[in-house]
């Protein structure tokens, strides 16, 4: 059970340049959401979604988009990269149920020069 | 909105002293409780949970009571170790709403 799996690990980009960070979980979660953890600073939600095809914004969804076309993806697409983008960024995805935890990925760590 | 309020860090122990990280929370309904731990360069992975009022959850010698009273979920042990150095956060869920998280509360254990 490979749990939430994000890909890459580790990547360096230049001002301007777009990517997308993979998401994918095969624990058929309903929920999945994209978050960024700055040095010394906690998480921050920049998108989320509740199921195949629905998402929502989280506290700093500018200059990221997302997509939710099947259950067990969800990209993380940077549009224009931003030095300000420079972050280490986690995937995670619960059951819709309240009661259950989330499951975290390994993380991305992303430099914007 | 709701909100998790967590103590400010660093907090710095010595071997085998006993922890309190303290976590208080804001929310309408009836939202499930979680403590996280993050190892130095790893993601964050579920510490314990209570999922209602006067639940303990407990794993690794942690413990925390969900206190609806008190709306507050506090993080102890009794005798920390070195391997217990970490970053800790405290959470909510309620239903499909986005999870409401602390800020994270660093740990240093000296030996």
């Known amino acids: 059970n490979a749990g939430v799996t994000q890909t890459p690990k580790f990547q360096v980009l230049k001002t301007g340049q777009s990517m997308t960070l993979q998401c994918a979980q095969d624990m058929n979660h309903e929920y999945m959401s994209w978050y960024r953890q700055d040095p010394g600073m906690g998480l921050r939600l920049i998108h989320y979604s509740v199921g195949a095809g629905i998402t929502d914004q989280g506290e700093v969804p500018n200059g990221y988009n997302v997509s939710r076309s099947t259950t067990e993806d969800f990209p993380l697409r940077l549009l224009s990269a931003a030095p300000s983008q420079t972050s280490v960024y986690f995937c995670?995805?619960?059951?819709?149920?309240?009661?259950?935890?989330?499951?975290f990925g390994d993380g991305t760590r992303l430099s914007i020069l | 909105g709701d909100s998790v309020t967590q103590m400010e860090g660093p907090v710095t122990l010595s071997e085998e002293a006993f922890l309190t990280i303290n976590c208080t929370y804001t929310?309408?309904?009836?939202?499930?409780l979680f403590w996280y731990v993050q190892y130095p360069g790893e993601g964050l992975q579920l510490l314990l949970k209570a999922t209602k009022a006067d639940d303990k959850g407990s794993n690794k010698g942690f413990e925390a009571t969900y206190r609806k009273e008190t709306t507050s979920f506090h993080l102890e042990k009794g005798s920390v170790q070195v391997s217990d150095s970490a970053v800790y956060f405290c959470a909510l869920n309620k239903g499909y709403q986005k999870v409401t998280f602390g800020t994270g509360t660093k740990l240093q254990v000296i030996p």
């Open positions: 929310a309408t309904g009836y939202p499930s």
């Open positions: 995670a995805s619960r059951e819709g149920n309240g009661n259950q935890p989330q499951h």
